[in-house]
Nanobody, 121 residues
Framework: VQLVESGGGLVQPGGSLRLSCVAS????????MGWFRQVPGKERELLAM???????NYTDSAKGRFTASRDNAKNTAYLQMNSLKPEDSATYYC????????????????WGRGTQVTVSS
């Protein structure tokens, strides 16, 4: 299974970006999907976690400016980021809990390699 994030880049303060995360490979179902970010020297920070029904919980860092969504038919998660600030600069990661087969008793957590977001004028 691969998770691939895309959509990062350089944006000016106040701008917007939409990140995508596509899961591919042997997948029966994608359960929870989450968005995280990390800056060098700091722990990875949870931003949003979505369940398979689309219910979403946000942490304080993401509330109000970030919107997470998913398209289950495409095994894809999105993170819409608005009103970006320089302190939002980080590598953004997604993860997904995946059941690989219909008979699988458990799901396994997979991570993408991240996409860099830089907010600077």
């Amino acid at each position: 299974v691969q998770l691939v994030e895309s959509g990062g880049g350089l944006v000016q303060p106040g701008g917007s970006l939409r990140l995508s995360c596509v899961a591919s490979g042997i997948i029966f179902s994608v359960e929870n999907m989450g968005w995280f970010r990390q800056v060098p020297g700091k722990e990875r920070e949870l931003l949003a976690m979505m369940d398979i029904g689309g219910g979403t919980n946000y942490t304080d860092s993401a509330k109000g400016r970030f919107t997470a969504s998913r398209d289950n038919a495409k095994n894809t998660a999105y993170l819409q980021m608005n009103s970006l600030k320089p302190e939002d600069s980080a590598t953004y990661y997604c993860n997904a809990d995946i059941r690989h087969y219909a008979y699988s008793l458990h799901s396994y957590t997979h991570w993408g390699r991240g996409t860099q977001v830089t907010v600077s004028s």
